[in-house]
């Protein structure tokens, strides 16, 4: 069997970008009352991106498997209340 490649890493798109370094200034803003820059918005979303992405992404993957094995099981459950009795 093959190994799958990995991600390298969790990539945004430049509007999600924004939008997230929106809520940063809006969060810095609203919650510590202290306005924070450009730089520090693009840094902390950085930091972000490299340590806290690949853990909910594969919190995520967790989740869906998790999910899909219980799918699973009431596939199987299903599939046989589709026998027939035979006589």
């Keep these: 069997m093959r190994k799958r490649q990995s991600i390298s890493q969790i990539k945004l798109s430049d509007v999600q970008k924004e939008k997230l370094n929106d809520e940063i200034k809006a969060f810095y803003l609203d919650v510590r009352g202290e306005e924070i ?25 967790d989740d869906a498997k998790r999910w899909f094995g219980q799918m699973m099981e009431n596939l199987e459950s299903d599939y046989y209340t589709l026998y027939k009795e035979e006589n």
Excluded: R, S, V
Aim: proline share 4%; hydrophobic share 50%.
């Design 37 to 61: 820059g450009m730089i520090e918005q693009m840094q902390l979303l950085e930091l972000f991106e490299e340590k806290l992405a690949p853990i909910i992404y594969n919190k995520a993957l």
